[in-house]
């Protein structure tokens, strides 16, 4: 193997302990947890090498570098996840190498992804992320849609032609009441995900959870955490 691939074999299992145990310690399979691989900032030639470890979902959160790499790694049988915010004139783009957006936040991004989706004859998953630390206007510091939004853009995205309501994603705050309380703002997550599910009963994921807070995420009830530093190291301050 090169240096590289026995650095990243050797972070994906610690990674892969971490979750295990996390799944252990909450009564949980293993099974109901999918592990995401943040990519962003590193190399095509990256993703590659963890598409041979058996990584088989990674997300990125720039178009600008998401596209070259997604394009570069088309043969590799990945699941390629947008979690970043989202301006509307690059929706085109990230529909045609996305299968999950998990960073849909307004109204008028479900209408421009709908568009071009229904375009590439393509259904793209759709996760809203909800900020928890939202501000009097609705909406976080990082992007998402306050608690109470959250109803309204799902049952535009689950009308919406091409699209396909999968659940919900939040990034821990670092401001407002849960600032270092990751386990209660997980723990809010899934309430909001257990409302949520009764009008939509199939938008089941709960994406939460990074590399420092993946324990907690797990504890919650996510479905999916998304890691990057604790496996591709510590990314230069971009990103
Ligand atoms: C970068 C990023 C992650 C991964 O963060 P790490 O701390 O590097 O694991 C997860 N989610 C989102 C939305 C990100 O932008």
Request: hydrophobic share 45%; charged share 25%.
């Amino acid at each position: 193997m090169t240096d590289r691939k026995t650095e990243l074999a050797k972070n994906l299992a610690k990674v892969e302990e971490r979750i295990t145990a996390a799944c252990a310690a909450a009564g949980r399979e293993r099974a109901e947890v999918t592990l995401i691989v943040v990519t962003k900032t590193y190399p095509a030639s990256d993703v590659r090498i963890l598409s041979e470890l058996g990584v088989r979902h990674v997300a990125e959160n720039r178009d600008q570098d998401a596209a070259p790499k997604a394009a570069a790694c088309a043969d590799l049988p990945l699941t390629w996840h947008f979690v970043g915010q989202l301006q509307t004139n690059k929706v085109r783009s990230v529909v045609g190498y996305a299968g999950v957006v998990q960073s849909v936040d307004r109204a008028r991004l479900v209408t421009a992804l709908s568009r071009e989706a229904v375009r590439a004859e393509r259904e793209i998953g759709c996760l809203i992320q909800v900020a928890l630390d939202a501000g009097v206007n609705g909406r976080g510091e990082r992007g998402g849609v306050a608690p109470d939004g959250i109803e309204e853009l799902a049952d535009l995205v689950g009308d919406a032609p091409g699209l396909r309501l999968d659940g919900l994603m939040t990034v821990a705050p670092l401001t407002g009441e849960y600032a270092g309380h990751e386990q209660a703002a997980f723990g809010r997550l899934m309430d909001l995900s257990t409302d949520l599910r009764r009008t939509h009963p199939t938008a089941t994921m709960v994406s939460a959870g990074m590399s420092a807070d993946l324990e907690q995420a797990v504890a919650a009830g996510a479905t999916h955490v998304r890691v990057g530093t604790a496996v591709l190291g510590v990314r230069p301050k971009l990103g």
